[in-house]
């Protein structure tokens, strides 16, 4: 984008308020509303996304407007995804008032984001400040119902940005890191302090960047390796012969299932790549296959 829309004005603490004040609304924490009130924070939000002009963003969250304006400005098109009826209803004044030329650039759509599965555009980037609440579940939601998405950026708890980002062997690897990774890589992309929102969370924020990449060559479902995945961080102080028992059906046949797959039973799921969980489901869908062909005998 040209150097005058990347320096036109955004929504600061008084219009956020005033926009507030004329809705009647507080910010609730049920919904895990927290209003961005610094423009050069959007200003950051939006370099580190390394958007291209003429891409198609979406936007979970926009609340009040103030990242959606910036988005504009990066990008050729934003879809929007609102789950309060009220600020979904004042988006669009929003966007015509500060930004009237990117009127027929934006789509609003209102709906929870864990449940939608249609939008008006395909988005091919996702930017968003994510309530902390549903941060994880809506990541891992819009990359499975939305592969045009390519890359992105979004912010979340910063310990959820760790954990987020998170590699094979790090105390805060786990069932977000493992699940990611799946769909690409995700990367730790900067800390958002807390007097940038309204109202201030008393935690700091984190960035995190992803791109999408080929999931695992496997010829497991992604839902039977999920499978693996919740099993083997279910009991994270139980090496993984022990902690995969239940889902193999006993502790030999996890071990069998964990040596066949090249992987050490006494092993943690702390330690296993996202490959290494597709192996292992692998062998249970092998073993799936041989009882069932079997039983038709």
């Known amino acids: 984008m040209t150097e005058a829309r990347e320096s036109r004005p955004l929504l600061g603490a008084a219009e956020i308020r005033a926009l507030a004040g004329e809705l009647g609304i507080r910010p609730t924490k049920t919904l895990g509303q927290n209003f961005v009130i610094d423009g050069n924070t959007i200003r950051r939000i ?8 003429a891409e198609t963003v979406l936007e979970v969250g926009p609340g009040l407007g103030s990242l959606t304006l910036g988005l504009l400005d990066a990008a050729a098109r934003v879809v929007a995804v609102e789950i309060d009826p009220v600020l979904a209803g004042r988006l669009p004044a929003t966007v015509a008032r500060w930004r009237p030329d990117a009127v027929g650039r934006f789509d609003l759509v209102l709906s929870d984001a864990l449940k939608v599965a249609e939008l008006p555009r395909e988005p091919t980037a996702i930017v968003a400040n994510l309530p902390y609440n549903v941060a994880v579940p809506v990541v891992l ?76 060559a496997t010829s497991a479902s992604r839902a039977e390796v999920f499978g693996v995945i919740d099993a083997a961080f279910s009991q994270r102080r139980k090496t993984l012969r022990a902690a995969l028992s239940g889902w193999a059906g006993s502790g030999a046949e996890a071990e069998r299932m964990l040596r066949a797959a090249g992987v050490d039973p006494q092993a943690r799921g702390e330690v296993l790549a996202i490959t290494e969980f597709a192996r292992i489901a692998e062998q249970k869908r092998a073993a799936t296959g041989s009882a069932e062909a079997g039983a038709v005998r």
């Open 141 to 216: 939601h819009l990359l499975e119902h939305f592969p045009s998405l390519r890359h992105g950026l979004v912010m979340v708890q910063d310990e959820v940005a760790d954990r987020l980002a998170a590699k094979p062997g790090s105390k805060v690897y786990g069932v977000p890191s493992v699940k990611a990774a799946w769909y690409g890589t995700m990367r730790k992309a900067g800390v958002i302090g807390m007097n940038v929102f309204w109202p201030a969370p008393k935690i700091h924020s984190g960035l995190v960047g992803f791109t999408r990449t080929d999931a695992p």
């Open 46 to 53: 939006v370099a580190a996304a390394r958007l291209d002009p």
